[in-house]
C-alpha cells in the first residue's frame, strides 16, 4: 500500500534529506548545492524505475534540468509532472524558530525553507510514482519527469528548453503540484493563475551626489522622482492608472463568481491573522477575490538610492532604482503590458531626471476550464481521498511554466495544490502540513490510476 507506514516513514526521512540541501538558486555561491539537489532527484527517479538524465545548459549556463521517463503504458495518455527543486533565500534567518535548513518536525508541520515550496510539493509527486512502481511494478499511465532549478528567478534554461524541444515532451496534460487548498481539509484545484512582468524603475538625475544644503532647492531628485512615477502609475485606492492596460481582461463568469461567495472564508481572520495586516486595501469596487485572483495589480518591491546607514548624510543621491512588478490577468500579454509599462513611465517622468523602466523576467498568465477531463479526474482522486468535494480557485500568484506548457506543448496544466494558506511561503518558518504530504501522494497516485482506467 502506498500509504502504509513504512512508506510514510521513508517519505518523510527522504524528504527531510532534500529540505536540507541549501539549493538557493539567488546567491551564486549556492551553486554546488544546486546541483546536489538536480543529483538528488536525479536519484530518486531513477531509484523508482524511471529512466533519467540531467539537462545541462550548454547555452546559458542555466541550473540542470532533471528529467525522467517511464512509457510502458500503451495506448494511455502520458503526463508530465512538472516541479523544482531551487528556494528562496531565508532572510531573515533570526525569525527563524529552527534552522531554515534543518527540517524540525513540530506537532503535524515540518518547518524548512522549500517545505511547501516547492520540494515537498515536488516531491509527492515523486513519491506517488514510486509507490505505483513498487506495488504494480508498472504504471496505469505514461510518465514524464521534468523538474527545474531556476523556478525562483526566471527559469530561463526551461523555457529554452520546452520552446525547442516540444517533441521530447509530447503528452497529453501536466500536472504541477505548488498550490495550496483552500482551506485545511479541503481539497482544491487552482484553474487560473496571474501572469507577472518583473522590472526594475532606473531613474538618474546629476551624474554624481550632491549636498543638499548646498544644491537642495535647484538639484533634480531621483527618489522623489520614483515616487513621483509610482504614483502616477497607480492611485491611492489601488487603480492601476496605466493606458489600455485592462483592455485584454476577461471578467470571470457569474458562475465562477457565485461558486467564490461560496467557499469558506472569514475576511478579519484573513486579515489579521493570515496576513497581519491592519485592514485590506485595492479597487474599492471590486470585490476581494476578484481583486486577489482576476485583475491585474502593479506592486512595488523595494527602492534603493542615497544613503540609507545609520545616522546621518545629506545627500542628494544621482540614482535611484525601484524593483517593480505586474501581475497579470487572462488575456493580457506580457510583451505588450511591458511596453504599456515604458510609456507609461516615460509620459509620468518628472523635469530634470530621466526614467527607464527594464525588464528582467516575464510570464503570460493562465486559465484552464474546469471541465476538461484532466481536471475532472483529479478532482474525482482528489475528493475521493480527503472526503470533500474539490472546489476550484485561482491563485493570485505566477507559475510561469504553465503558460509554457500551453503555449508550447498545448497542454492543460493540473495544479493539485497540497499546500496551506499559512504555510509562509518566501518567508521565515516555511511550513508543510504533513497530513497534506501523505495525502498528496495517495491522491496523485489515485489520479494516475482514473486516467488509466
Not at 493580457?332 to 517622468?349: H, I, N, T
Not at 493562465?366 to 475521493?384: K, Q
Request: aromatic share 8%; glycine share 10%.
Amino acid at each position: 500500500m502506498i500509504d502504509a507506514p513504512e512508506n510514510r516513514a521513508e517519505s518523510l526521512e527522504r524528504l527531510k534529506t532534500f529540505l536540507r540541501i541549501p539549493s538557493i538558486s539567488t546567491l551564486p555561491e549556492n551553486k554546488p548545492d544546486i546541483r546536489l539537489a538536480a543529483e538528488f532527484v536525479l536519484g530518486e527517479l531513477k531509484s523508482a524505475g524511471l529512466s533519467t538524465r540531467l539537462i545541462v545548459d550548454s547555452e546559458g549556463g542555466g541550473n540542470p534540468l532533471v528529467y525522467g521517463e517511464w512509457l510502458g503504458a500503451a495506448g494511455k495518455p502520458t503526463v508530465l509532472c512538472y516541479g523544482h527543486y531551487d528556494v528562496q533565500p531565508p532572510d531573515p534567518l533570526d525569525e527563524w524558530k529552527s534552522p531554515p535548513f534543518e527540517p524540525d518536525v513540530r506537532g503535524d508541520d515540518i518547518f524548512a525553507r522549500g517545505s511547501s515550496d516547492d520540494k515537498g510539493q515536488t516531491y509527492i509527486l515523486i513519491r506517488a510514482v514510486a509507490g505505483l512502481l513498487k506495488t504494480h511494478g508498472r504504471l496505469p499511465v505514461n510518465v514524464r519527469f521534468l523538474v527545474e532549478g531556476e523556478e525562483e528567478t526566471g527559469g530561463e534554461h526551461i523555457e529554452r528548453y520546452v520552446a525547442t524541444r516540444p517533441p521530447e515532451l509530447a503528452c497529453d496534460a501536466a500536472i504541477i503540484c505548488d498550490t495550496e487548498m483552500f482551506a485545511p481539509g479541503l481539497p482544491t484545484i487552482c484553474v487560473g493563475l496571474r501572469g507577472i512582468v518583473y522590472g526594475e524603475l532606473h531613474v538618474e538625475g546629476a551624474n554624481h551626489d550632491l549636498h543638499s544644503g548646498v544644491y537642495g532647492g535647484a538639484a533634480p531628485n531621483p527618489i522623489q522622482a520614483i515616487a513621483e512615477i509610482l504614483t502616477a502609475l497607480k492611485d491611492r485606492d489601488g487603480r492601476i492608472r496605466i493606458p489600455g492596460f485592462h483592455a485584454r481582461i476577461v471578467p470571470p463568469g457569474d458562475e465562477e463568481r457565485q461558486a467564490w461567495t461560496r467557499l469558506p472564508f472569514n475576511e478579519d481572520e484573513y486579515t489579521r491573522a493570515e496576513m497581519g495586516a491592519r485592514e485590506l486595501t485595492g479597487e474599492p469596487d471590486i470585490p476581494l477575490f476578484e481583486r486577489l485572483w482576476a485583475r491585474p495589480t502593479l506592486e512595488v518591491h523595494g527602492i534603493r538610492g542615497g544613503f540609507a546607514g545609520e545616522g546621518a548624510k545629506t545627500v542628494i543621491p544621482a540614482r535611484a532604482v525601484a524593483k517593480l512588478s505586474a501581475r497579470l490577468v487572462a488575456d493580457q500579454d506580457p510583451g505588450e503590458a511591458f511596453e504599456q509599462l515604458q510609456r507609461a513611465v516615460a509620459a509620468a517622468c518628472p523635469r530634470g531626471v530621466t526614467a527607464e523602466f527594464r525588464l528582467i523576467h516575464g510570464a503570460a498568465p493562465s486559465l484552464v476550464d474546469p471541465r476538461n477531463r484532466f481536471i475532472r479526474a483529479a478532482a474525482e482522486a482528489m475528493t475521493g481521498v480527503f472526503g470533500r468535494e474539490t472546489v476550484y480557485i485561482r491563485s493570485g500568484g505566477s507559475i510561469p511554466i504553465v503558460g509554457l506548457f500551453d503555449r508550447h506543448l498545448g497542454i492543460p496544466s493540473v495544479m493539485m495544490g497540497f499546500g496551506l494558506p499559512d504555510d509562509n511561503l518566501h518567508a521565515p518558518n516555511e511550513k508543510l502540513h504533513l497530513p497534506n504530504f501523505f495525502r498528496g501522494i495517495v491522491a496523485v497516485a489515485r489520479y494516475l490510476e482514473l486516467l488509466g482506467e
